[in-house]
């Protein structure tokens, strides 16, 4: 079945101008052009836009056309779910009132500049945060009130799971775990989105000091990578406090991992 968005249908046209504003005009008939599978692709990412915007009820403003021609150059080839869940987020959140706010600019490079493994551990990483509900002083569990805060004030340390993790990335048989671990928190690291996860360590039980224990991995998030998140999730124009568990009700992720322990400051444990 042609896609609403090529076919020139009214339905399609109405997609492109919810999301995009007058914005819109740039696309004219230049996605007659396109390969059915591109544009897929990219209506895909409307989609989700859509969503967005229709749930912050953006009826004014546009979204700046540099923005509009970034989704267009990385969401063509975009056939990897999550990023195409980020564009999306991307692209709700530039629609502003503002002619000149194209800071969805920044994100859309951070995006294209990471693999599909990169940014599904992103999600991972801090949707888990979002999960987070006390924090270790000592060995005392404090409640966590405000995730945000949290973070600027505590510079958190956040445990997970080995097996958690690799569970939610959901690794077949012909991938390497360990290998594409490491390149996700290599290059997350490099771009400033978190900071370690490269290291494990196993919390072994006291009693049977000799048992392995539990594989954990550990890292502390960015504020950036916070910006991404929320960004991504279509609410980055939204600022850092919309960084709250609350946001796990609006957005659907595949996968569910929750933290083993947060710690305040950045702890090593190898």
Request: one cysteine or more; hydrophobic letters at 35%.
């Amino acid at each position: 079945m042609p896609s609403e968005i090529i076919s020139g249908s009214s339905v399609g046209e109405k997609l492109l101008y919810d999301v995009c504003g007058p914005t819109a005009k740039y696309i004219g008939g230049k996605l007659a052009n396109y390969t059915e599978t591109g544009i897929q692709n990219l209506e895909r990412i409307f989609l989700k836009a859509a969503k967005h915007v229709k749930a912050q009820n953006k009826r004014e403003g546009q979204v700046p056309p540099r923005v509009l021609k970034e989704i267009l150059l990385e969401g063509y080839f975009c056939e990897d779910e999550l990023q195409a869940m980020y564009l999306g987020g991307v692209l709700a959140s530039s629609k502003s009132t503002v002619s000149r706010d194209d800071r969805a600019i920044t994100y859309c490079s951070l995006i294209s500049s990471l693999s599909s493994y990169q940014l599904r551990t992103h999600s991972i990483l801090y949707s888990t945060v979002l999960r987070a509900t006390h924090l270790l002083i000592g060995r005392t569990p404090v409640p966590i009130k405000n995730t945000m805060a949290t973070i600027q004030k505590h510079n958190i340390t956040i445990l997970i799971r080995e097996s958690d993790y690799q569970g939610a990335m959901d690794f077949s048989i012909a991938e390497e775990p360990a290998n594409i671990s490491q390149h996700c928190f290599v290059g997350l690291e490099k771009k400033g989105l978190s900071e370690g996860g490269l290291h494990l360590c196993h919390d072994r039980d006291p009693n049977h000091p000799n048992e392995p224990g539990v594989s954990l991995r550990y890292f502390n998030p960015t504020i950036l990578g916070v910006e991404l998140f929320l960004w991504g999730n279509g609410v980055g124009e939204l600022g850092l406090e919309s960084y709250n568990p609350a946001l796990l009700q609006t957005i659907m992720l595949p996968f569910v991992v929750e933290p083993y322990e947060v710690h305040p400051g950045k702890v090593s444990f190898t």
